[in-house]
């Protein structure tokens, strides 16, 4: 018996297995048969956006984002979902590598107008926590930080003495 390929999982009932298979379909969208594939189940991808699983959700965002960057996926499908991104963005995440990833599109749903820079400041607690626990380990998460307080989007609020923040867009961890 034939073991069934990602592909096959990307309509999986259960949300675990299904958002890895979405992530190895993220990698591999240049593909013709995997594009089509995406296409035609991104309602269960925009299902697992607010799925109850903190973690599920934190791991679907990031490939929404990726979907939205190739024009998989628009503005309008993403911004009903948008409070459950705000709702995982201020919760203490399971991973701190999936938090980091998970906040780190962040910029890019502000600059398309999914969510609002204000529903982002409400979690400005938990992002300066999470970058005071990975500091410079994640580069990803510098820049996602410093483009929030570029764009104020991340209040100062919550800021630790161990980030020195040299102006509204840049950091020293």
Do not use: H
Not at 11 to 31: M, R, T
Not at 54 to 75: F, Y
Not at 114 to 138: F, P
């Amino acid at each position: 018996m034939e073991l069934p390929s990602y592909l096959d999982l990307l309509d999986y009932q259960d949300d675990s297995i299904a958002v890895k298979a979405w992530g190895e379909a993220v990698k591999n969208l240049s593909a013709d048969d995997v594009k089509a594939k995406v296409i035609a189940n991104r309602a269960r991808l925009l299902s697992m956006l607010s799925s109850r699983s903190l973690q599920v959700r934190m791991a679907a965002w990031p490939v929404a984002v990726a979907l939205l960057k190739e024009g998989l996926l628009s503005e309008d499908d993403l911004r009903p979902l948008g409070k459950y991104y705000v709702e995982a963005l201020s919760s203490i995440g399971p991973e701190d590598y999936l938090k980091a990833v998970f906040v780190s599109v962040a910029p890019e749903l502000v600059s398309r107008g999914v969510i609002r820079k204000e529903e982002v400041k409400t979690a400005s607690d938990a992002i300066w926590r999470l970058v005071d626990r990975l500091g410079a380990s994640l580069p990803q998460l510098t820049q996602a930080v410093e483009e929030l307080l570029r764009v104020g989007a991340l209040s100062k609020r919550g800021w630790s003495s161990g980030v020195r923040v040299l102006s509204d867009d840049a950091i020293i961890l």
